[in-house]
T-cell receptor, first 113, second 115 residues
Framework: AQRVTQPEKLLSVFKGAPVELKCNYS??????LFWYVQYSRQRLQLLLR??SRESIKGFTADLNKGETSFHLKKPFAQEEDSAMYYC???????????????FGKGTKLTVNP | KAGVTQTPRYLIKTRGQQVTLSCSPI?????VSWYQQTPGQGLQFLFE???????NKGNFPGRFSGRQFSNSRSEMNVSTLELGDSALYLC??????????????FGEGSRLTVL
């Protein structure tokens, strides 16, 4: 079964502190992984995808197939990073060409001043 | 470019009724997918359409159905509403890629309350 687990519902850090949002997945094939973010009163939007290997707004995420994890990290959190973060998996192996995503339940990040 | 537009934004229905939700994708996007979001289950995939064909369906009962029109606009329908159908229904559009998912662009959602 395809599953994405985000163990922390809530995460609170101070401005300037490092932040790591955890994501673990369960999938036997070769997944593609994403982080989506929803800022207050805004739409859900893509933050980054592992295949792009890029840093967006200072965030990076590394796919660790051995640990089946895709944690999102930022060395110095900013207040504007406060948002709801969702990890998502695309089961490419089974659904070639599909846009289907399996989402985790999300982590609400609060960055305190 | 206008974003994904969903109508209506809010609606209240009673058990047993049916509801139709509409989604207009970003111009040029031919793939539309639907998700149900609830506090307990989070975001769950309902179905996706490409060129008027349903390509994939999530694990929902047959009361949930959808369709896509030639202009890529999509509708989803829920018949015989139950209290548990109360949720935010999100539509997302994308430039469909042969080898895998592209970036999904989400609408603001239609919030359905079933009384």
């Amino acid at each position: 079964a395809q599953r994405v687990t985000q163990p922390e519902k809530l995460l609170s850090v101070f401005k300037g502190a490092p932040v790591e949002l955890k994501c673990n997945y369960s999938y036997s094939g070769s997944p593609e992984l994403f982080w989506y973010v929803q800022y207050s009163r805004q739409r859900l939007q893509l933050l980054l995808r592992h295949i792009s290997r890029e840093s967006i707004k200072g965030f990076t995420a590394d796919l660790n197939k051995g640990e089946t994890s895709f944690h999102l990290k930022k060395p110095f959190a900013q207040e504007e990073d406060s948002a709801m973060y969702y990890c998502a998996l695309s089961p490419l192996g089974d659904q070639g060409g599909s846009e289907k995503l399996v989402f985790g339940k999300g982590t609400k990040l609060t960055v305190n001043p | 470019k206008a974003g994904v537009t969903q109508t209506p934004r809010y609606l209240i229905k009673t058990r047993g009724q049916q509801v139709t939700l509409s989604c207009s994708p970003i111009s040029g996007h031919r793939s539309v997918s639907w998700y149900q979001q609830t506090p307990g289950q989070g975001l769950q995939f309902l179905f996706e359409y490409f060129s008027e064909t349903q390509r994939n369906k999530g694990n929902f009962p047959g009361r949930f159905s959808g369709r896509q029109f030639s202009n890529s606009r999509s509708e989803m329908n829920v018949s015989t509403l139950e209290l548990g159908d109360s949720a935010l229904y999100l539509c997302a559009s994308s430039l469909w890629a042969l080898l895998g998912p592209g970036e999904l662009f989400f609408g603001e959602g239609s919030r359905l309350t079933v009384l």
